[in-house]
């Protein structure tokens, strides 16, 4: 939004970039701030998925900035946000309306570059559950998901906190209770306010906790196969929690309480196929990845 500060009856211009990429790149992230560059904005609005949301925060703090993306990549790097920011999910996955963290890849590299600043955490982030009903299944899978590929790994990571843990075992359990309700129905009102809810509550747990093996493992599946986040996030998740349980037996078997007993059968049940080869990726990549 352009023109007036926003408040009570505030008029202004509306500027769109509607070109975000799934997965967004430099590139991508160039062409918006340029736009922004332009629009001199008074309030930046991420309305969409994760990729739309994590732009919105890049867009609040880089242009007029004198930093780019490298030069703010890592922890705590932004020197500050001169305009307002609101995000308004439209997926229910990533969280990212209330996170402070955005990811944008480089393609030399086909790597992610990670930001994390106070600085980009939302004035205003509005959940409205009615907004994702018109989600397609194959998203609703996949964003759902992510969702809780959020809350598994910062419940059972070591930097794990009480106060998150209520957050993020309660996002398991609904993404348990609705996922596949909600991929075989879309406007089951009630699935969609679950799992609008499990996405919310794993976003609580990635500025304090964040997540840990899984999610590492599975960014390279996207940024060198371009595999849908949540897809190759649902992909590494039974084999990463596998592998931690004996570290985190209890939580381990929460886990597996709140969804039926079998990850891999979970994910499979809602019409995905959990082999990697399913999917275009080769074996000879594997050492690169």
Do not use: W
């Amino acid at each position: 939004l352009s023109g007036e500060k926003p408040g009570r009856g505030a008029q202004g211009e509306v500027t769109v970039f509607a070109n975000t990429k799934p997965e967004p790149d430099l590139p991508n992230l160039l062409a918006a701030c340029a736009l922004a560059e332009q629009a001199q904005p008074d309030c930046v609005v991420g309305f969409g998925g994760g990729s739309a949301m994590d732009l919105a925060k890049l867009v609040a703090v880089l242009p007029g900035s004198g930093q780019f993306l490298h030069d703010v990549a890592g922890p705590e790097k932004v020197a500050g946000r001169a305009v307002l920011l609101a995000q308004v999910p439209t997926t229910a996955g990533t969280g990212s309306e209330v996170g402070t963290r955005a990811l944008v890849t480089d393609p030399a590299t086909r790597n992610k570059v990670a930001v994390q600043s106070r600085h980009m955490l939302a004035d205003i982030a509005v959940v409205d559950a009615t907004l994702t009903h018109s989600v397609p299944p194959d998203v609703t899978a996949a964003t759902g998901l992510d969702a809780l590929a959020h809350c598994i790994e910062c419940f059972t990571s070591r930097k794990a906190h009480p106060v998150i843990d209520l957050h993020v075992l309660e996002g398991i359990r609904l993404v348990g209770r609705f996922l596949k309700r909600a991929v075989e129905d879309g406007a089951d009102a009630e699935a969609r306010a679950g799992l609008m809810l499990a996405s919310l509550y794993g976003g609580f747990g990635l500025g304090p906790v964040n997540t840990t093996s899984g999610h590492a493992i599975a960014y390279p599946l996207g940024t060198r196969h371009h595999l849908p986040h949540g897809l190759a996030c649902a992909l590494i998740m039974p084999h990463a929690l596998a592998f931690n349980a004996p570290a985190a037996e209890a939580k381990t078997a929460l886990v597996l309480e709140a969804l039926g007993g079998d990850v891999t059968a979970f994910c499979s049940g809602l019409g995905l196929d959990m082999r990697l080869r399913a999917h275009g990726i080769p074996a000879e990549d594997l050492p690169a990845m």
